[in-house]
């Protein structure tokens, strides 16, 4: 099992534009989500889903957007990139919410310049 | 808003001696989670107490769980210049069952 996935590792954006952060899990998880780790912060939820096609919002949505067409694949879009978004982003699966153990991807280190 | 808080912020013990690090949170909950962040890399969980439990171990991890007291505490015993990195806890009071995760203790572990 690869386990959880993310491309890319690094990517450097200008103010407005806009990308995709991609996600994969091969674990047949239900569960799915994205977060962004700041300095001193600890990890934020974005958003999460508890299945294909049910998507919610998590603690700071704003300036993101995510769909579940598949179990596997959770994308998370940034419709138009500011600096504040500068972060890194780890998406997680686990098989249910709750008492479940997280399974966490590498990251994706987003510069937003 | 932080659920959990970690204490100390930072940690700094010489190898073979015993790491604490202790969580407090705000509001009843369910579950509380512990996860270890090495430099660069995603999380990876260690351990889950539920809230009718007191404590639990894992090798040479033990969790504890106050729920009068809104509080955790994770020990590493006889540590290694291998655990050196963040440790973080997360509970499950807000947004559902979603987790929330404190800001983390940095471990650093002298060889």
């Known amino acids: 099992n690869a386990g959880v996935t993310q491309t890319p590792k690094f990517q450097v954006l200008k103010t407005g534009q806009s990308m995709t952060l991609q996600c994969a899990q091969d674990m047949n998880h239900e569960y799915m989500s994205w977060y962004r780790q700041d300095p001193g912060m600890g990890l934020r939820l974005i958003h999460y889903?508890?299945?294909?096609?049910?998507?919610d919002q998590g603690e700071v949505p704003n300036g993101y957007n995510v769909s579940r067409s598949t179990t596997e694949d959770f994308p998370l879009r940034l419709l138009s990139a500011a600096p504040s978004q500068t972060s890194v982003y780890f998406c997680a699966s686990s098989s249910g919410q709750g008492a479940y153990e997280q399974y966490f991807g590498p990251g994706t280190r987003l510069t937003v310049t | 808003s932080q659920q959990g808080e970690e204490d100390p912020q930072a940690l700094s013990i010489q190898e073979g001696e015993n790491a604490t690090m202790n969580c407090s949170y705000k509001?009843?909950?369910?579950?509380l989670q512990w996860y270890r962040q090495n430099s660069g890399r995603g999380l990876v969980h260690l351990i889950l107490?539920?809230?009718?439990?007191r404590e639990k171990h894992s090798g040479r991890l033990r969790v504890t769980l106050d729920t009068s007291k809104k509080s955790s505490s994770l020990l590493i015993t006889a540590s290694r210049a291998a655990d050196t990195a963040s440790y973080f806890c997360?509970?499950?009071?807000?947004?559902?069952?979603?987790?929330?995760f404190g800001p983390g203790t940095r471990l650093s572990v002298l060889p």
């Open positions: 107490i539920r809230s009718n439990e």
């Open positions: 889903s508890v299945g294909a096609g049910i998507t």
């Open positions: 509001t009843s909950i369910n579950n």
């Open positions: 997360a509970t499950d009071a807000e947004y559902g069952q979603n987790f929330v």
